[in-house]
């Protein structure tokens, strides 16, 4: 049913800033929860952040420390990730996923619609 790429992976130096996106395609989000999530090299699955398009409320993991903000674009089908004061640890393969649900949650097993992955490394 729903499509999800995500885009703008890279390498970036620490403390730099990146800007991901992840685009739906085939459904319009409006009855979606959205969320990002990524997975560090050999460690599993972590949940980064959240947003319910319908009304922009946001939830994030407490790693972020502020760090990160996830927004959407309700035109365009689209969520972002812009990650600043970018670490080391960031480093990871990040996530679109999404779930029909009013509710938002923090586990990978919830969401049954995912992207494809985009990988960011972090460089000293």
Do not use: H
Not at 2 to 22: D, F, K, M, N, P
Not at 24 to 51: D, H, L, N, T
Not at 85 to 97: G, H, I
């Amino acid at each position: 049913q729903l499509q999800l790429v995500e885009s703008g992976g890279g390498l970036v130096q620490a403390w730099g800033s990146l800007r991901l996106s992840c685009t739906a395609s085939g459904r319009a989000f409006s009855s979606y929860s959205m969320a990002w999530f990524r997975q560090p090299p050999g460690k599993e699955r972590e949940f980064v952040g959240a947003i319910r398009p319908n009304t922009g409320t946001t939830y994030y993991a407490d790693f972020v420390k502020g760090r990160f903000i996830i927004s959407s674009d309700n035109a365009k089908n689209t969520v972002y990730l812009q990650m600043n004061s970018l670490k080391l640890e960031d480093t990871a393969v990040y996530y679109c996923a999404a779930v029909i649900s009013v509710l938002v949650y923090r586990q990978p097993n919830n969401y049954n619609y995912w992207g494809q992955g985009t990988q960011v490394t972090v460089s000293s």
